[in-house]
């Protein structure tokens, strides 16, 4: 075997990185995609009458097909990327929204159950990989953990928004301040007393999922019900749209995202096997 065969062919077994840079753009179409999940998800189960059950198979599905479509890209695609994120939000709200409506599960049950197994997930994966970076995500192993971790984290952050907002009483707005004001910590905590970069981005990456929740429901519910009566199919349009907008400017903008450098390609480079 060729010096050449050694070096490129175990380079070709990873990929670039699948995950885009943590930029103020990245937590902007964040929570426009965690308000989506809440209103989307209400939209078909209740606007266009599928139901709970049917809106959770066909979202899977889609899921599913978008998630293939993921693994097998070898670098970060901002569509497919984005396109999943959406997904996963809304299949994660259902996911909540069948343990609880379906099954009965009180809210704060399906929190700490969503808390453990993410927790456990990133036991898993860090005892596995050693990191828990978005920045290292180019093989499929933790890429599979990536999605796993992010789709507890959408449950998740689904059940402590509703806890918050209806089984405490808090209603949407106040629910939306007692988010905010907690990502507004992680902030701090990161920028001021310098905590941990993955902490910090982990921690704010559920805290988001609760905030957009909390403002999907505050735009879109009657104001009966302590929202801005703006309705489901408005304001999924709405966000949507701008998710799109955002998403064919970072592909303009940058068309070779994901791109890796040399430096960490040189990293990469096994060392030539002796003769």
Do not use: C
């Not at 995950?19 to 209103?39: D, R």
């Not at 994120?85 to 700490?112: F, M, R, Y």
């Not at 106040?174 to 905590?189: D, R, S």
């Amino acid at each position: 075997m060729s010096h050449s065969q050694v070096v490129t062919e175990p380079i070709a077994r990873r990929m670039l990185n699948k995950v885009p840079e943590v930029t103020l753009v990245f937590w902007v179409i964040k929570v426009l995609a965690t308000t989506v999940g809440e209103t989307a998800a209400d939209f078909l189960n209740v606007d266009l009458g599928l139901g709970l059950t049917a809106t959770s198979i066909v979202m899977a599905v889609l899921l599913i097909a978008a998630l293939i479509a993921q693994f097998e890209l070898r670098r970060y695609i901002p569509a497919v990327y984005w396109l999943s994120v959406v997904l996963i939000s809304v299949v994660g709200t259902l996911i909540t929204d069948n343990l609880t409506d379906s099954a009965g599960v009180p809210l704060w049950i399906t929190t700490v159950v969503f808390a453990v197994a993410l927790a456990v997930t990133f036991l898993v994966w860090f005892r596995l990989e050693k990191t828990l970076s978005i920045h290292s995500i180019f093989t499929t192993r933790r890429e599979t953990f990536y999605w796993l971790a992010v789709l507890f984290t959408f449950a998740l952050g689904t059940a402590a928004g509703d806890l918050v907002a209806e089984s405490l009483n808090l209603g949407f707005f106040v629910a939306l301040l007692v988010f905010a004001a907690a990502i507004a910590l992680v902030a701090i905590a990161y920028f001021v007393f310098h905590i941990d970069a993955v902490l910090a981005f982990w921690i704010a990456y559920v805290l988001t999922r609760p905030l957009g929740a909390s403002t999907g429901d505050l735009l879109s519910q009657p104001v009966a019900d302590g929202g801005l009566g703006l309705g489901t199919t408005g304001t999924s349009a709405l966000f949507l749209a701008v998710i799109v907008a955002l998403v064919i400017v970072l592909t303009v903008r940058n068309p070779r995202v994901g791109a890796i450098s040399a430096e960490v390609a040189e990293r990469q480079r096994p060392l030539p096997r002796r003769r």
